[in-house]
């Protein structure tokens, strides 16, 4: 047993870790068939067969038979407990039930079964089903060996489905950021991490030195901001800077609505540092067109973003400043910057 708990936890693909311990349930407890399963509630008739020991011909028409299956039906009533066929119902109307006859059309004399519905979290279930063709019970030493590893295969697809959902959201985060400049931090609603974009760690690394960040990898100012949404999570995006010689690092955390497992997203952005503003420039120019100046290293739309103003204004913005200053270009405007504060 300790071999199949062991294998229940090397690996986090479903297929391969299931089909692993599968076999090593069948040393510890006899079968002629047997089906190992995973779905998702609302979709109980299309189910993810990791283990499928049975006529090909039974999951071809399994979706049709889903409403007469008395052992779905039976562990569905009482999930994490294992029942013998004959707790799910009595002998004579196991053998008019329409499973029972099905299965003896297609080849699979159904005479017992053993089972168990695999229930951790309500996105998902999982079904461990064991027949055996001949007239043989399961005893109350199997029945007993099943009910103490199957916490061990619920866990294991737990780990599979969580470490899956992790790989596709980091995967989607890289996919929408791409291209912006951002990294990302997701956690769930008790500030645990759960998925980062590929380059967020090495972000990090850049801006912040080791001895600064704290055992979750987060320095100590970032960590508590997070600490202060997840303890609050109405309170509006926390927003920190951190000035580096030719950029800031913006990191501002906020609630992500409706994302499963998700809660918190932590967003890393490079932010080219503002030029510094002459003397002699407010008395020339409006206090928008100040702000639109000082950003010139940014590009139109993060300006736009940032000031909360439109694309368009920012290029009208350039075209007064240029006209006022009598500078031909955004490059002169940074080099007269520079030069004259």
Known sequence: MLDLVAELGGSLDLHEVLGRGYGLLSQLVSADHGALCVSRPEGHAVYDWAVAEMPERFFQGYAEMVP?????????????????????????????????????DIGMRLEHVM??????????????????????????????????????????VKNCRLFGAMAKRASLLDAVLAGMGREAIVFNASGAEIARTANAEKMLRAWFDPTELGPGGLPEPLATSLATIVRNPHTLAEVCWR??????????????????????????????????????????LSSAEIKVAE???????????????????????????????????????????????
């Open 68 to 104: 007469h299956d008395f052992v779905r039906i039976a562990v569905a009533e009482r999930p994490n407990e294992v029942l013998r066929d004959t707790e799910m119902l009595p002998r004579a109307a196991m053998e008019r039930s329409y499973l029972y006859n099905h299965c003896r």
């Open 115 to 156: 089972a168990v519905m695999l229930c951790d979290d309500p996105s998902w279930h999982g079904g461990l089903i064991l027949y055996r063709d001949k007239r043989i019970a399961f005893s109350d030493h199997e029945r007993l060996i099943l009910q103490k590893i199957s916490r061990h295969f619920t866990n294991a």
């Open 243 to 284: 000035e580096g010689p030719h950029a800031e690092l913006k990191v501002s955390i906020q609630k992500l609505p409706g994302i499963d497992g998700a809660a918190f997203v932590m967003l890393f952005e490079e932010v080219p540092r503002l030029v510094p503003i002459p003397l002699a420039w407010p008395k020339l």
């Open 295 to 341: 950003r010139v290293c940014w590009d139109n739309a993060f300006i736009a973003s940032e000031l909360g103003i439109t694309e368009l204004t920012v290029k009208k913005h350039f075209s007064n400043i240029f006209d006022k200053l009598g500078i031909p270009n955004r490059a002169a405007l940074i080099h007269t910057a520079w030069r004259q504060r």
